[in-house]
């Protein structure tokens, strides 16, 4: 696996999101299911399931493979990359004919700058972290 580098830091990328799907759909599943409230969020759930891994995987082979020796922090670019996700979430939605509800619209100027420090974070010590530890950084 030494001489893989690309393969490593896509499987470094997609851990994170992976396990926080997981956590999230396992709570969907539970109050959808068990509590009976009315989510009907199946027709995007596809999006952030199969695109926001893969997404966070080819941005970490992106900063390893180009970026990194420009040392740009890792934190920094994988807060950009909610940049290029949220546009594309929407962009289904609407091509979905999904309604988005009101309280979501109204406070998504409030989170955006909460998601990107959390994007930042999380990029910076979790993925950098195992990026080290696959020797990759």
């Known amino acids: 696996m030494n001489k893989h580098p690309y ?3 896509y499987l470094a990328g997609i851990a994170v999101p992976t396990v ?3 956590v999230v ?3 969907y599943t539970t109050i959808r299911h068990v509590s009976e409230v009315p989510l009907p969020i199946e027709r995007v759930i596809v999006f952030p399931m199969a695109v926001v891994p893969n997404a966070w995987g080819l941005w970490n082979v992106l900063y390893v493979a180009f ?3 420009r040392h740009i922090p890792l934190g920094l670019f994988g807060g950009a ?3 290029l996700l949220v546009p594309g979430g929407y ?3 609407r091509l979905l004919n ?3 509800p009101h309280v979501v619209l109204v406070a998504a100027p409030f989170n955006l700058p909460i998601a990107l420090i959390v994007y930042y974070l999380v990029w910076k010590h979790i ?3 195992l990026n080290a530890e696959l020797g990759i950084s």
């Open 91 to 93: 962009v289904v939605t």
């Open 25 to 27: 759909m396992s709570a």
């Open 67 to 69: 970026l990194e020796r």
């Open 127 to 129: 993925v950098g972290f």
């Open 7 to 9: 393969i490593r830091a």
């Open 98 to 100: 999904f309604d988005i």
């Open 20 to 22: 926080f799907l997981l």
């Open 81 to 83: 990359l909610l940049l």
